[in-house]
């Protein structure tokens, strides 16, 4: 069992920061990697930000390179994405999820993350 839990979204300003975070809970020792979606109102869920555990290699939607980092914290268990220069299309229901395979079985509650214009 592999719980997630987000936190860290809120209400900001286009060219704003956040940094939202990702807990894992349960047993994260067999977590391959973690991975960060998104889902916009009407839209369906997208791919942003994913992060391997074992050699610490990281992909990013195209959208979003330059603007957006995912790294972890080994002795917290925790996944972060520093998110930068947002703007308003980045608004969306953030969430992180885990694969000890090829799949993403688990995932999180999701984090609210709005950029206003």
């Known amino acids: 069992q592999v719980r997630l839990v987000e936190s860290g979204g809120g209400l900001v300003q286009a060219g704003d920061s956040l940094r939202l975070s990702c807990a894992a809970s349960?047993?994260?020792?067999?977590?391959?990697?973690t991975g960060w979606f998104r889902q916009a109102p009407g839209k369906e869920r997208e791919f942003v930000a994913r992060i391997t555990w074992r050699d610490g290699s990281t992909a990013y939607k195209d959208s979003v390179k330059g603007r957006f980092t995912i790294s972890g914290d080994n002795a917290k268990n925790t996944v972060y994405l520093q998110m930068n220069s947002l703007k308003p299309e980045d608004t969306a229901v953030y969430y992180c999820?885990?694969?000890?395979?090829?799949?993403?079985?688990?995932w999180g509650q999701g984090t609210q993350v709005t950029v206003s214009s």
């Open positions: 999820a885990a694969r000890l395979d090829s799949l993403w079985s688990y």
């Open positions: 349960g047993r994260p020792s067999s977590i391959l990697g």
